[in-house]
């Protein structure tokens, strides 16, 4: 493993590895240990790193899971996708960097629901969500900003936990799950959108009968 800076980098550069250790150890101590062996580091160095947190631990998979995805779905390909393929791509790109690690995930999924720890999950959801939006080209700063992060921070959680219990190496249930989420989604939006345009462009019930009743010269 190349060196790294910071404790931060370190916690990346080990995340892949102890989610790998942690499919038969847990999130533990031993998981760090042995992904800090194998990879040549310090396991002392790797212990202080994650001080026996598996929050900790989780935390910087997560992290490694963010930076894998802004490498396989870069910005640009994105900017002549439509906004539904855009977050279907990074959703799908943060599963495809957890897929093998599923007994990991779902131990994850476990400590992350534990209720002194839903506070951190949460804002892990929000901080992942926020991130795919920006690369999805998201420049809101209305409250539209804030619903559009706690919707897809939902999508993804619901769809984690699909993904976690597939047997199937190619997903298709959760490739079926996320679609159908994003439809409603969808859905939604358009309807919303009716119900958010200026007053004078809403559709109006007594404005229609009125123009039927004294139809414009």
């Known amino acids: 493993?190349?060196?790294?800076?910071?404790?931060?980098?370190?916690?990346?550069?080990?995340?892949?590895?102890?989610?790998?250790?942690?499919?038969?150890?847990g999130w533990s101590a031993d998981a760090v240990r042995q992904a800090a062996i194998g990879a040549g580091i310090d396991p002392e160095l790797a212990a202080y790193a994650f001080a026996g947190k598996p929050m900790a631990m989780i935390t910087a998979w997560v992290d490694a899971i963010d930076a894998a995805m802004a490498e396989a779905v870069a910005a640009e390909s994105l900017a002549r996708v439509p906004v539904?393929?855009?977050?279907?791509?990074?959703?799908?790109?943060?599963?495809?960097?957890?897929?093998?690690?599923?007994?990991?995930?779902?131990?994850?999924?476990?400590?992350?629901?534990?209720?002194?720890?839903?506070?951190?999950?949460?804002?892990?959801?929000?901080?992942?969500?926020?991130?795919?939006?920006?690369?999805?080209?998201?420049?809101?700063?209305?409250?539209?900003?804030?619903?559009?992060?706690?919707?897809?921070a939902a999508i993804y959680a619901a769809t984690l936990h699909v993904f976690a219990r597939e047997k199937d190496p190619e997903k298709p249930e959760t490739r079926a799950f996320l679609e159908r989420r994003i439809d409603g989604v969808m859905r939604f939006e358009k309807v919303k959108a009716q119900f958010t345009r200026r007053p004078d462009e809403r559709f109006s019930v007594t404005r229609l009968l009125g123009r039927l009743r004294y139809p414009a010269r």
């Open 1 to 25: 493993m190349s060196e790294v800076a910071t404790l931060e980098d370190l916690r990346r550069a080990l995340a892949p590895a102890i989610a790998d250790a942690a499919a038969f150890d």
């Open 84 to 152: 539904r393929e855009r977050i279907r791509r990074l959703v799908m790109a943060r599963l495809e960097a957890a897929a093998g690690r599923e007994e990991a995930l779902v131990r994850a999924l476990a400590i992350m629901a534990m209720p002194q720890n839903l506070a951190r999950s949460t804002q892990l959801g929000w901080r992942s969500a926020d991130r795919m939006w920006r690369l999805a080209g998201d420049t809101a700063t209305d409250y539209n900003h804030y619903t559009k992060r706690t919707t897809l």
